[in-house]
């Protein structure tokens, strides 16, 4: 049995077991992925999933606080980050109507002109590294990329200083023999984007910028408007810096794997996501605008910094479980962070696991639920606002809006003070010989005053359609959700706007 000894952090193991869980490419090369304190762990060959499944559950409980999700010194080489290529040696296309460009070796290519139903195809030597520099280009497709990555090691494609670009594709897109092409830059292979230009991208019936391996984003300005989602990788997405604005009937920014953003500039309108990907969404930086169904979601989000605005009619931040052998955790260690919740049955921050706050502001205004959880949630630094009141503790759960108990944190009762000796709080006056107070009248025999009809079968005991309370053993609630599983715990709360006096 060959032993494969893995000295590195938590989240090595769990990206390891999370991409098989996500039936990623085992050949796949993935920048490390490191957490704030190194553990060992040891997976044999024959280490089944649930066993490995286990013990990454089991360091994930360990592990108090991470510093940092990725190792993100080896994100980005040095020729991903230079936004001015070198054309030295550089060759010249000019695109034409009905033409197929194809490049076969490794180089820097200067693509110019104006033309429909063109396509540059790349199709190189697995160890090429191709550069296609768009020096005011214009391309028009009815059905098919306007950029095609076949075969390469990675292709860059930069935008030319002081340049605008323009690539479309405005119907549905046709099949290459088995590939299902769907987006208007379409690569099999590592793909990044970079320079000094512009580049808008429009996709009438499918995704703006697709890799099926790494995107990674360096430079540039773009505008995407886009049916599907405007960026996506199927490995990992990462944006060192770039001007974004994205208009998409999906999601603006998708991975399978993971999402790095370490800087930038976002304005998002998406109907689903503004920011997804199935492992791990990292934020250490950029200001990001969002305006969406869901504002980040991932199985592990983690935001060390960075200005997010976010506008949700969901979730503004979810942790779901979108990968085995990770526990859904919403963790924030920087950043300032403002979520605007829409009326109904929405949560600022939700985790289907772990909420923890160590550092960064996060201002929630919400009607209905500003944090929710399923296991626990810690608060140990920062700044935490929920509508226009500081807090204390993240909110277990409220009650018609009220910021009654609270948990996970720094702090008492969230406001409230405990009476003495069965004592009615200061204002309250107990009615003497069990009278009903002034203004109110007894009914007789155990009729309902007029005006009042007892409901069919009694009265619930929270009164609320839909849901049934029953208190557990430590004295919170666990309650059923109209529409979902009621058989599942789930700590949830808020404070309603105006009702602020349950905060600390």
């Not at 999933?49 to 994930?60: F, M, P, R, T």
């Not at 033409?99 to 076969?104: D, G, N, Q, R």
């Not at 208009?247 to 500039?265: C, L, R």
């Not at 399923?374 to 204390?392: L, R, S």
């Amino acid at each position: 049995m060959k032993k494969n000894l893995i000295n590195t952090m938590l989240f090595t193991a769990v990206l390891a077991y999370a991409l098989a869980g996500c039936a990623m490419d085992p050949d796949t090369d993935t920048p490390a992925v490191t957490v704030g304190t190194a553990v060992t762990t040891e997976i044999s060959d024959e280490t089944t999933a649930s066993d490995a499944g286990n013990k990454i559950e089991q360091l994930s409980q360990n592990l108090s606080s991470a510093v940092s999700a990725l190792d993100t010194a080896s994100v980005f080489t040095d020729r991903d980050l230079s936004n001015t290529p070198d054309l030295s040696k550089a060759k010249t296309l000019t695109v034409s109507d009905d033409a197929v460009l194809e490049i076969t070796e490794e180089g820097v290519y200067v693509l110019r002109g104006t033309a429909k139903n063109c396509t540059v195809k790349v199709n190189a030597d697995k160890s090429a590294k191709v550069q296609i520099v768009l020096d005011g280009v214009s391309i028009t497709n009815s059905d098919f990329p306007a950029v095609y990555v076949v075969s390469a090691d990675k292709v860059f494609v930069t935008t030319a200083e002081k340049t605008e670009n323009t690539l479309s594709v405005t119907g549905t897109f046709r099949t290459d023999g088995e590939t299902k092409t769907d987006a208007v830059i379409f690569s099999k292979d590592d793909l990044v984007l970079n320079g000094l230009g512009t580049l808008n991208i429009t996709s009438a019936e499918g995704n703006g910028v697709s890799s099926k391996d790494d995107l990674k984003v360096t430079g540039g300005t773009y505008t995407f408007n886009t049916a599907l989602d405007s960026l996506e990788a199927n490995d990992m997405l990462a944006v060192a810096d770039g001007s974004f604005t994205f208009e998409t009937k999906k999601d603006a920014m998708n991975s399978e794997s993971y999402v790095y953003i370490k800087d930038g500039t976002f304005t998002v309108n998406a109907k689903s996501d503004g920011v997804q990907g199935n492992v791990l969404v990292q934020i250490d930086g950029g200001t990001l605008t969002i305006n969406s169904s869901e504002g980040i979601e991932s199985t592990y989000v983690q935001i060390n910094g960075g200005t997010i605005k976010i506008n949700a009619s969901d979730d503004g931040i979810n942790a779901s479980q979108k990968c085995e052998g990770q526990t859904p955790t919403v963790e924030i260690t920087g950043g300032d962070i403002t979520i605007v919740m829409a009326q109904g049955d929405t949560d600022g921050i939700d985790a289907n696991g772990y909420i923890k706050v160590s550092g960064g502001k996060i201002d929630v205004t919400a009607p209905c639920m500003s944090f929710d959880y399923d296991k626990d949630a810690e608060y140990t630094g920062g700044t935490i606002i929920i509508n226009g009141e500081q807090v204390n503790e993240i909110p277990k759960e409220t009650m018609g809006g009220f910021g009654g108990g609270m948990r996970g944190g720094r702090g008492g009762m969230g406001g409230f003070t405990k009476p003495e000796n069965g004592e009615m709080p200061e204002g309250f006056t107990k009615p003497e010989n069990g009278e009903m107070p002034e203004g109110f009248t007894k009914p007789e025999n155990g009729e309902m005053p007029e005006g009042f009809t007892k409901p069919e079968g009694g009265f619930s005991r929270r009164g609320q359609s839909g849901e049934s309370g029953e208190q557990s053993g430590d004295g919170s609630a666990k309650r059923g959700r109209s529409g979902g599983n009621t058989d599942k715990t789930r700590q949830s709360a808020s404070i309603g706007q105006g009702e602020a006096d349950g905060a600390a």
